[in-house]
């Protein structure tokens, strides 16, 4: 079930809201003109007050995150992947097509831009363009930074306050004004971790999260991992939610599996509580075929 306030206002030829939707007060989906021709709202997607999204076609992934006084507009599609999170009075212009992979991070204030124009062409503006705008999946546009239409490849980190008029490369971090790759400075966004990893980790958050405590919060250090044989080596279960790194798949639990960052996408109470306590800072993905 949905959570719709009465004052939504929703204009779209065709629509579909996914399970747990939920939407502020005061806010305005359609098209720049009229009404927009598709709109698609994954599962539990949450969407703040006073927010404007204006685009013809309008795609938002399962957990999207979007904060209070976001304005998203403009004559191009806008296409939004899972467990996205966009902070508040982000700018997100789609003059051109404006895609953002799954698991991307888009602080508060940053704007994005589709075209470079605003001169009279008639007398003789030279910069009168427009091209699509794309983020690679798990990318972070810090605060109040400002970016061109460009491409910005995975894992790529773009620092607070920066002005980024050329593409970035997978795995880098640009920063500035205006921006310059400073990886070799700061390192990859990054670091390798095995699967296996990961699943003792998740052991332990799986652990703290059913005896009750609170959301994972910025800067909160990940649990350490030491007396691994607390857990099994692979499908550990608690409060119907199975973790593996193997690939085990079970009908009757929410499986998260650390090696794909999938989980079942079966809308259990527990499944939905936990992708909810571990959101933003830790992320999976409805197994393909389970996501809208």
């Not at 191009?76 to 996205?84: E, K, L, P, S, T």
């Amino acid at each position: 079930m949905s959570e719709i306030p009465a004052d939504l206002q929703i204009n779209a030829l065709d629509n579909e809201l996914g399970q747990g939707v939920r939407i502020g007060e005061r806010t305005r989906i359609a098209g720049v003109t009229g009404p927009a021709q598709r709109l698609r709202l994954g599962r539990h997607v949450l969407i703040g007050n006073d927010v404007t999204i204006l685009a013809p076609e309008i795609e938002i992934g399962d957990y999207t995150v979007i904060h209070n006084h976001t304005l998203i507009y403009g004559y191009g599609n806008v296409r939004i992947g899972a467990a996205c999170w966009i902070g508040q009075n982000a700018v997100l212009n789609c003059s051109d097509e404006l895609e953002v992979g799954r698991g991307c991070t888009i602080s508060s204030y940053a704007n994005l831009w589709t075209h470079f124009s605003g001169g009279d062409i008639l007398q003789g503006c030279r910069f009168n363009s427009r091209q699509p705008l794309s983020l690679g999946e798990d990318c972070w546009i810090g605060v109040q930074c400002s970016v061109a239409p460009v491409r910005i490849g995975a894992r790529s980190l773009l620092l607070a306050g920066s002005v980024l008029t050329k593409d970035i490369p997978a795995d880098r971090v640009w920063g500035g004004n205006p921006a310059r790759d400073m990886t070799e400075r700061m390192g990859q966004p990054f670091e390798p971790r095995s699967p296996e990893a990961k699943y003792r980790i998740m052991c332990a958050l799986l652990d703290r999260f059913c005896e009750g405590a609170p959301d994972l919060q910025p800067g909160e250090d990940l649990p350490a991992t030491e007396e691994s044989g607390r857990w099994p080596d692979d499908g550990y279960e608690r409060e119907g939610i199975l973790l593996t790194h193997t690939g085990l798949r079970h009908p009757m639990y929410s499986v998260f599996d650390t090696a794909d960052r999938s989980f079942s996408a079966l809308d259990t109470e527990s499944e939905v509580r936990f992708m909810r306590w571990l959101l933003p800072l830790i992320r999976f993905y409805a197994r393909e075929g389970s996501e809208l």
